[in-house]
């Protein structure tokens, strides 16, 4: 019975990381990241940006473990909804990928020019290569949701807390790994290859920034728009 229980146990365990794993993996999208990762850390050498790189990783899992253990709290303080929260990033996110959408057509790799006047490279790791490029809107609202579906019983409790916080380390090492490779990985594409692909990332976050702009709009508007009497 009680080798039942543990293999139980670890099913809930197993089962509850990978689910945390495949909801945040997809919106986080590490490989889709990079090449606008390294767009904002052209200026830097290959040894400060595995520095931004290993930062941006750690600050987005304290984000996400934050959102999933106080993030509805902090919201329900505040009188802020999930919508409200969506919309305001929506924006930030939409504003972010016009801009690198829009800007000069330069190739991609001058790591380390002395020409270029730079502040601290860790000033940028948190804002905004972390929130909202990495871990924006959506996948808080992720995280906030699994912990809102956590089960009643402490023991149950904790251990899906914990289920959760390993698929979000899983989620950050992966961050790390693409963002801390990802001049070797776009050096392949040649700098055509990756300025094109520079562009296709800042307009799939343009889209993604509407998308959930609208998704926070329809969950604000959906109750008016219900209540209203057909003409």
């Not at 871990?135 to 956590?150: K, M, Q, R, Y």
Request: glycine share 10%.
């Amino acid at each position: 019975m009680a080798s039942l229980g543990l293999v139980g146990t670890l099913q809930h365990f197993v089962e509850t990381a990978f689910l945390a794993i495949a909801a945040l993996f997809a919106i986080v999208n590490p490989l889709g990241g990079a090449p606008v990762f390294l767009a904002k850390t052209a200026d830097l050498s290959s040894e400060e940006r595995a520095g931004v790189a290993k930062l941006v990783a750690i600050y987005g899992f304290l984000l996400l473990a934050g959102a999933t253990l106080i993030g509805s709290h902090v919201l329900d303080f505040f009188d802020v909804s999930i919508p409200v929260v969506q919309v305001a990033g929506g924006i930030v996110v939409c504003s972010i990928g016009w801009a690198l959408l829009n800007q000069p057509n330069s190739p991609i790799a001058k790591s380390g020019d002395a020409a270029v006047a730079k502040e601290d490279p860790h000033e940028r790791a948190f804002y905004p290569l972390t929130m909202p490029l990495t871990v924006g809107p959506g996948s808080i609202s992720v995280a906030i949701t699994l912990a809102a579906n956590a089960p009643a019983t402490n023991r149950r409790l904790l251990l899906t807390i914990l289920a959760h916080l390993t698929g979000m380390l899983v989620v950050s090492a992966a961050v790390y790994v693409c963002y801390r490779y990802a001049d070797r990985i776009l050096k392949r594409l040649g700098n055509t290859g990756t300025i094109i692909l520079v562009r296709l990332s800042a307009f799939i976050l343009l889209c993604i920034g509407v998308q959930i702009c609208w998704n926070g709009l329809r969950a604000l508007l959906g109750p008016l728009l219900a209540g209203r009497s057909p003409a």
